[in-house]
């Protein structure tokens, strides 16, 4: 019983991880309808921005404060150079123009910071670690991350669904003509979102941090589940992809124990059901 | 017409760059056959992930021979490059580049195994002297060994049994593997397991997760609901770092083993964390013999960076070559000969004593290394001339 219940915990809080990189390509691709295949890079960026902030400013929260804007004002450059260039293009100039920028951002990675991994320290304040189920302990920063995870779920649902910008978002998405018609400018409603998108990826890279270490490719492997989340949760749903999330991270920790020969497939098992049964994914328009 | 005067215009230049040759060594005669320097063909990674290893291998190669005065045997060294970029699909491609299109002499590579195990196809059917100074895939002295192709690494399953052996002789009874789900994980976890069976333990559960998945908590929780005396793991780079942090931080109290390659080159990046795991590899920084000291103090002064246990296979694969020059007289052609000085040659590296195997594997000493404050401290030398079985390998001396 022990190990089931810390198999639960064990796959809330990673999924609440993956949460925190899935919702930016969610919002992108959902409201802005561009495939961003360099969605990874930007939470590699975080990651690089904490290792820096934090030798600067020691302390992994300053990073956060100062990495959030700082992210803000990199994924609205991009935009304004590259990404507006694609939104009435197809979805195959859409993958190679943002796989492009994969290779440009590991590269630039590389000559400005190194191939040898790194790690970023905990603050002392949360370095302890508690036990939980009897089983193991849990670094208490781990559940702090899990909480700040759960706080901006909540902050993005109510900004969505509660205030202005989040019904232009929610207009955008459904139905971008009269959007524009009704004088509301996407260019910068589009320009503003991807920023956000970049932030959240960012958020995601510099809290994980400390736990994850940072070394070159982190993003890739957040790419591929953050898309399979995505699926599952249904294109442009915040709440989808919330659910998703821990359903990933259930999954994912329950195969490794108990069908450990699938272990890499359960996740994509997972997806493939998803898209069967509900095509449009679980919270998402058919 | 315009042929006639580019033949002619290439005939002056030739004429004129043997000139200038004979002007510059008017008294140099190559004293065998083929003369001018050894071409040394270099195929290593010096980009990407592997790059660091690359470069701490060519460092101490270009090392080696600088302390010679540039030859070997007499003969002057000569080394051409090629990144192999770690891609396994280009290997057998540049491999023949090297082969073919630069005509080098000698072979040497690689890190990454799927790129030396297309290295090593190519490199048969050529029969030219081949060297692996780090590439572990077990099957490149077992079962696809060649009588031209030698290693001064070691195979996973030889550093897996060693790691076993030395677990099993400090009394341990149960263990329970954890690495990731790719050949080098396999290799040295099958050793383990085969070395620590027939010293009396018994390996409760071999887990296992997707390579490079980094999620290691569920797997942290089998581990703590099994309760086995050690754990023995391998992961490397960032998933190494990670792995060690995490498994710190679930303070399982249980110790925490695995081969070398899970703490080198991240002793830093661990810190406290990797207090405590002990280790078991060919090598270790304070390896106590004057070869040692000497290499460590040369090697710094150089380039300004402690060599690590790459660096050390790059300075073995230029002394296993110097041995098999020394026999011919810098002649490769001679190979044969050449091979059979290979084959047996047996000198003093700052590992401690290297030998060479049947199927072309070192012969070498395993140390128990303990990582405090940063540091590979060397506790002892588990297994002393300790050879990998060469499982397959038709070759024999």
Known sequence: MDLVLTQIFNGLQYGLLIFLAASGLTLVLGIMGVINLSHGSFYMLGAYLSLTLTSLTGDIFLSLALGIPLAFLFGAAIEWLFIRHLYARDHLQQVLLTFGLILVFNELQRIIWGTFPHSVPIPSYLSGSVKIFGLMSYP??????????????????????RTKIGRMIRAGESNREMVEVLGIDTR?????????????????????????????GIGESVLITSLVVVVIGGIGSVRGAFVGALLIGLADAFGKVYLPQFASMVVYALMAAVLVTRPGGLFGRA | MKSRSELSRRRVLALTGAGAAAAAFPFVR????????????????????????????????????????????????????????????????????????EKVDVLIGTVHSGVAMAMAKIAREAGLPTI??????????????????FRTSFAN?????????????????????????????????????????????????????????????????????????????????GGAVKYIKDYAAAKLGIPLWGPGFLTDGVEAAVGAAGDGVKTVLHYADDVDN?????FRKDFTDAYKVAPDVFA???????????????????????????????????????????????????????????????????????????????TGCKLSS
């Open chain 1, 140 to 161: 208490v920063y781990r559940i702090a991350v899990a909480g700040l995870c759960i706080l901006l779920a909540l902050a993005m649902m109510f900004v969505i669904q």
């Open chain 1, 188 to 216: 910068l409603l589009f320009r503003f979102v991807f920023a956000t998108g970049v932030s959240l990826a960012a958020a995601g890279g510099i809290i994980a941090a400390p736990i994850e270490s940072v070394y070159p």
């Open chain 2, 30 to 101: 190559p004293s065998f056959a083929q003369g001018g320097p050894l071409k040394v063909g270099l195929l290593l990674p010096y980009t990407g992930t592997y790059a660091q290893l690359g470069e701490a291998i060519t460092r101490a190669m270009e090392l080696y021979v600088k302390q010679k005065g540039g030859a070997l045997a007499g003969r002057q060294i000569a080394f051409v490059k090629l990144d192999d970029e770690s891609a396994p699909p280009k290997g057998a491609e540049n491999t023949t580049k090297l082969i073919e299109g």
């Open chain 2, 132 to 149: 692996n100074p780090n590439a572990g895939a077990d099957v490149l002295t077992r079962g696809l060994c060649a009588k031209n192709i």
């Open chain 2, 157 to 237: 399953g030889q550093v897996g049994l060693a790691t076993g052996k030395a677990a099993a002789e400090a009394g341990i009874k149960t263990a329970v593997s954890f690495t990731w789900d790719y050949a080098a994980g396999k290799e040295m976890i099958a050793g383990f397991a085969e070395a620590f069976t027939a010293g009396g333990g018994k390996v409760l559960k071999e887990i296992t997760v997707p390579f490079p998945n980094v999620e290691f908590q569920s797997a942290l929780a089998e581990i703590a609901n099994l309760q086995p005396e050690i754990t023995h793991s391998f992961f490397s780079g």
């Open chain 2, 290 to 294: 004057p070869e040692n000291k000497a």
């Open chain 2, 312 to 390: 050390v296979q790059g300075w073995d694969t230029m002394q296993l070559l110097e041995a098999g020059l020394k026999a011919v007289g810098g002649d490769v052609s001679k190979r044969d000969a050449m091979f059979a000085a290979m084959g047996t040659a047996s000198f003093k590296s700052p590992r401690g004593p290297f030998d060479i195997s049947a199927a072309h594997n070192p012969v070498q000493n395993f140390y128990l290394r303990e990582l405090k404050g940063g540091k590979n401290v060397l506790i002892k030398t588990v297994a002393t001339k300790f050879s990998d079985p060469g």
